[in-house]
C-alpha cells in the first residue's frame, strides 16, 4: 500500500512559501517594517554618504591645517596644500612639549579632562539609570507627576541655575572638601566636585528621560517573574534591567562623554580657572592669544582633543544604532 505523504510534501512547502511571501508582503505595513525599510533604501544611503562626507570634510581640514607652518595658515587655506604645500611637527611639539608660561603643556589639561568627564558621565548615569527603573517599575504616590516634572527640567535654561549653584558650591561644598582633605589626605585637594555634580545636575533629566523610556519597554513578564521567584528590585534591577538596557546606557554615555568634554561654560564658571582644574577646552580658547596670532597651535590642540571622544564613540559604536532606536520600532 503506497503512502500519501510524497503527495502532501509539495502542497506543504507550497503552504509554507506562500505563508512566507505573505509575512513579507505585510512586513512593510508594520511600524517596524517602514522603518527598516526607510533606513535601507538607497536615498537613505546616499544621503548618508553625503551627511558623512560633508561632517568630515573640517576634521580634514583641520588635520591638514595642524601640520601646517604659521605662514600658511594665515596666507592660504588648506585646500591649497597641493599649490602652496609645506609640513610641519612644529605645533603639535610647541601643544605637547613647550614648557613656557605662554604656552604650557597640553597634557595637564587633558587628565583634568578625562577626571571631569570620567565621574561627570559615570555619577549621571548610574543616578539616571536607579530613577529611570524607579518611575517605570516601581509604584508610589505621584509617580507620574514627579516624571513630568523631572522631564519638564530640561525647559529651564542652564544659564538660570549658574549662579545659584555657585553660590551654594562656594559656601558648601569647597570648605567641605577642604576639610575633608584635611581629615583624609588621599581625598584630592582640587574642586572637581563642583564640576561634576554641576554636569550631572544637568544631565540628569534627559537622561531619566531616554532611560526609562527603554526601560519601561522592557516586557512586564520578565520583571513579574523576577518578583514572584522573591527577587527585590535591587535584583532585578542589577541582574535584569542593567544587562537588557545596556544599548541605551551606552549611547547615552556617548552623548554626555562628548557634551561634558567639549564644555566649556560650566567649566570657566566652576573650575574656578586654575590649571590643576581647568578642561582642555578652557586651554583651546586660550590658545588663539589676544590679537588671534597662533591659529597654528589652536589646530594642532583642537585635532588632539578631538581624539579621546572619538576612541569612546568608535568603542561603544555597536551599541549606538541599537541605543537610539531603542523603542522607535515598538508595535
Same mark, same amino acid.
Given at each position: =500500500? ?75 587655506? +588648506? ?50 539609570? =536607579?530613577?529611570?527603573? #524607579?518611575?517605570? +517599575? ?13 522631564? #519638564? ?6 544659564? =538660570? ?11 558648601? &561644598?569647597?570648605?567641605? @572638601? ?16 563642583? &564640576? +561634576?555634580?554641576?554636569?550631572? =545636575?544637568? *544631565? ?5 528621560? &531616554? ?15 523576577? %518578583? ?19 544599548? #541605551? ?11 561634558? +568634554? ?9 573650575? *574656578? ?8 577646552? @578652557? %586651554? ?15 589646530? #594642532? ?23 537610539? &532606536? ?6
Amino acid at each position: =500500500m503506497s503512502s500519501v505523504a510524497p503527495a502532501e510534501l509539495p502542497i506543504d512547502r507550497e503552504l509554507a512559501d506562500g505563508e512566507a511571501a505573505e509575512i513579507a508582503e505585510h512586513e512593510p505595513s508594520t511600524k517596524a517594517g517602514r522603518v527598516k525599510k526607510r533606513l535601507t533604501s538607497r536615498t537613505a544611503t546616499i544621503a548618508s554618504i553625503v551627511i558623512a562626507v560633508l561632517w568630515t570634510i573640517p576634521t580634514f581640514g583641520l588635520l591638514i591645517s595642524s601640520f601646517r607652518p604659521a605662514e600658511l595658515i594665515r596666507t592660504t587655506g +588648506w585646500w591649497t596644500i597641493f599649490q602652496n604645500p609645506g609640513f610641519t611637527l612644529e605645533n603639535y611639539q610647541d601643544v605637547l612639549f613647550s614648557a613656557s608660561s605662554s604656552s604650557p603643556q597640553l597634557g595637564a589639561y587633558i587628565v583634568n579632562s578625562i577626571a571631569i568627564t570620567l565621574l561627570g558621565t559615570l555619577i549621571t548615569l548610574v543616578f539616571a539609570a =536607579m530613577a529611570a527603573y #524607579a518611575f517605570a +517599575w516601581i509604584k508610589f504616590k505621584w509617580v507620574n507627576w514627579l516624571f513630568i516634572f523631572v522631564f #519638564a527640567l530640561q525647559i529651564i535654561p542652564l544659564q =538660570m541655575s549658574l549662579v545659584p549653584l555657585l553660590q551654594i558650591f562656594s559656601t558648601v &561644598l569647597r570648605p567641605m @572638601q577642604a576639610w575633608l582633605h584635611d581629615i583624609v589626605p588621599i581625598i584630592p585637594e582640587q574642586n572637581y566636585l563642583p &564640576l +561634576w555634580l554641576a554636569h550631572a =545636575m544637568f *544631565g540628569l533629566p534627559l537622561a531619566i528621560f &531616554l532611560l526609562h523610556n527603554f526601560i519601561s519597554d522592557i516586557p512586564g513578564d520578565v520583571i513579574e517573574a523576577a %518578583r514572584v521567584d522573591g527577587a527585590t528590585h535591587g535584583q532585578v534591577f542589577f541582574r535584569i534591567v542593567l544587562p537588557l538596557a545596556t544599548p #541605551a546606557l551606552a549611547s547615552f554615555a556617548i552623548f554626555q562623554f562628548i557634551w561634558v +568634554w567639549n564644555d566649556l561654560l560650566v567649566a570657566l564658571i566652576f573650575s *574656578g580657572g586654575t590649571q590643576d582644574v581647568a578642561p582642555i577646552t @578652557q %586651554r583651546l580658547a586660550e590658545l588663539v592669544g589676544t590679537r588671534g596670532q597662533d591659529w597654528q597651535l589652536l589646530t #594642532a590642540a583642537a585635532f588632539i582633543s578631538i581624539i579621546i571622544p572619538l576612541i569612546v564613540f568608535f568603542s561603544l559604536q555597536r551599541y549606538f544604532v541599537r541605543g537610539l &532606536l531603542a523603542g522607535a520600532t515598538k508595535g
